[in-house]
C-alpha cells in the first residue's frame, strides 16, 4: 500500500500558517443538520501563503508486534470551526477535514495538530469553463481523495449553491431530475483548484484507482457512479448502480472496484476494464455504507449502517467469511498498514471499535465524542483520526 502522498492546499486558497486550534432496513440518513454558524470571517481574513513542500512519508519501525497486539488512547482533541463529515490522511504531514455545507471549508491540519491552512468552496464556474452559471458558487465538500503520485486531491460537494441550481437533490431522494454537482481538483504543486468537473447528482465518496487512470465519484441521488478520465479531468461514462450508492474500494491491479449500495444490501463489482458491472455481492447486509480492501486486496470489508455490523468478505467468492456487531450505525472504517485490524466509528452510539481482521473480534471500544462519522489512519505514526460531525476531530495513539 502506497504511502508516499504529499498534500498542498487548493482554491484561491487559504492556507494558514498562524492560524491554530484549541483543543479540548433501508439506508438510515447520510448526513445530519446542525446549526452552525457560518465560518466566512475566519476564511476571509487568511493570506495565501502556502505550506511548505512535504516529504515522503517513512513508516514507524516495526516494533515487533501487529496492530492488533496495540491499543488506543487518546492523545488529543481539536476544536474550533469545525463540523467534519471526513478527514483522510495524505500520505505525510497533512490531514484534510471536510466541513461540508454548514462552514464551506476544508480545514487542512499536521501532525502537531496545527490548522495548517482553510480552503471555502467557493469557485467561479465560468472560469473552469461552465458559462451557464455566472457568479460566485458554494459546494459542499463530503469527501477527499489523493491522486497516487500525491498531485492532486479531489473533493466531492454535496451540492451547489448558485443561480442555476433550484432542485439539488437530499439524503432521501427518489429518481428524479436533481441538479448535478462538482468534484474540485486541487493541484498540490500550486496550492490551487484547478479542475471543476461536473458529476451526477449529491456526489458522496470518491477513490482514485491505483494506476492513476480513474476518478470514481458515487452519486447518491443520481443512483450511479460517475467515472472521470484523469488525463482529461472530465467525465467519461456514468454506471447505473442502485439507490444510494455510497462507499467505494478499488483492487491494487486497478481492474475492480467495489461499490456499496447503501439503499440495499448489495455490493456491485465493477469491471474497470469495460466500466460495466459485471455482477453483485448479494446479502452483506442492511444498508452497507463503507468499505475497504486488505492491504492485498484479497479481504473486502463492509460497515453495515442498518445493522450494527461489520462484515468480512471473501470477493472472489462472494460469500461472507465473517461479522462483528460494533454499535449502531457503523458509518466509516480504516485499516492498519499490516491489515491486522480495523477501526470503526459507530455514529449512533459514539464510540469507535477496533477489531481484529483474523477472526472479527472486537478487541476495543474507546469513547469518542457525538456523532463520530469519518476516520483515518497514519501509518507514519500509528495514530488514528476521527471526525466528529458535532464539532471536533479526536486523535487517538495506537501504541
Known sequence: MSRFRQLGLGLAVVAVATASC???????????????????????????????????????????????????????????????????????????????????????????????????????????????????????????AFSPDGKYAYASNYQMYGPGFANPGNDNCGAGNWDPSFVYRIDVATLVIDKVIEVGAVPKYVAVTPDNKYVLVTNWCGYDMSVIDTATAKEVTRIPIGRYPRGIAVAPDSRTAYVAIMGGSGIDVIDLTTLQVAHQIAGAGSAPRHLVLSPDGVTLFVTLNGAGDVAKIDPATGTVAGRVATGPAPRSMAISDDGAALYVVNYDSATMSKVRTADMTVLQSVRTNQHPIGITYDAGTRHVWVANYSGSLQVFKDG
Open 22 to 144: 484549541a483543543t479540548g432496513g433501508g439506508a438510515k440518513s447520510d448526513q445530519t443538520s446542525h446549526n452552525v454558524p457560518s465560518d466566512a470571517s475566519a476564511a476571509s481574513a487568511v493570506t495565501s501563503t502556502a505550506p511548505p513542500p512535504l516529504s515522503p512519508t517513512t513508516l514507524v519501525p516495526p516494533d515487533g508486534k501487529t496492530a492488533a497486539d496495540r491499543a488506543l488512547t487518546l492523545e488529543k482533541e481539536i476544536t474550533g470551526a469545525l463540523t467534519p463529515k471526513s478527514v483522510v490522511w495524505s500520505g505525510g504531514d497533512r490531514f484534510f477535514a471536510q466541513n461540508m455545507i454548514y462552514l464551506h471549508t476544508i480545514g487542512v491540519y499536521d501532525r502537531a495538530y496545527n490548522r495548517v491552512g482553510l480552503i471555502p468552496d467557493s469557485v467561479r464556474l465560468t472560469d473552469f469553463g461552465f458559462p451557464q452559471y455566472p457568479g460566485t458558487y458554494q459546494g459542499g465538500p463530503v469527501e477527499i
